[in-house]
């Protein structure tokens, strides 16, 4: 047994010691725990926010790494633009679970314009939508055009929305 400084306030603890007695640091002798994962921020900075942030995994206490930037990307993300598995993405977001104005995601919950296995928004695209106009296999729209009912003011309104686009919609207008 030796007396060393706590990799975390510095204060003399046993080589031996669980905690630090004074700080509570998990096994305190050992060097400073860098977690798993990655982070990397860009030097680069907006209203304090970083440009760009990637976070995965955990960090040395064994929390989960957040991208907090205006792009954001991680497991986790806030951003104005966010790409993450689960993530708030105010202007847009790509991932798997994403709520935010925009979106692209397995489960899109937006404000605007959704589109993912399940999407909402004043505008979804998805298996199953709750929208005002939807595009679904199924769902509940106040203007649905789906598997088995097409109002024709959702058949318009996607039928311009596609050309506007550039994906011809002559093909789903036939369905």
């Known amino acids: 047994m030796a007396i060393v400084p706590c990799r975390e306030c510095k204060k003399d603890v046993s080589t031996d010691a669980r905690h ?3 700080c509570g640091a998990p096994d305190p002798s050992l060097p400073a725990a860098r ?5 990397w921020k860009s030097k680069t900075t907006v209203y304090g926010f970083p440009l760009v942030h990637v976070a995965f995994g955990r960090d040395a206490r064994g929390r989960l790494r957040v991208a907090k930037g205006v792009i954001a990307v991680g497991q986790f993300g806030i951003g104005l633009v966010t ?5 708030l993405g105010l202007l847009f977001g790509f991932g798997q679970f994403i709520a935010g104005f925009t979106a692209v995601a397995q489960v899109a919950v937006t404000l605007a314009v959704g589109i993912g296995q ?3 928004g004043y505008v979804a695209v998805g298996q199953f939508v709750m929208s005002y106009y939807g595009l679904a296999q199924v769902g ?3 203007h649905l055009w789906s598997t088995t009912h097409k109002d024709p003011e959702a058949v318009a309104f996607f039928s311009e929305w596609l050309d506007k ?3 011809g919609a002559k093909a789903l ?3």
């Open 140 to 142: 509940a729209a106040r």
């Open 118 to 120: 399940f999407a909402t």
């Open 165 to 167: 686009i550039g994906i």
């Open 20 to 22: 630090c007695p004074h």
């Open 173 to 175: 207008r036939n369905r």
């Open 83 to 87: 790409v993450a598995q689960f993530g």
């Open 35 to 39: 977690g798993t994962g990655f982070e």
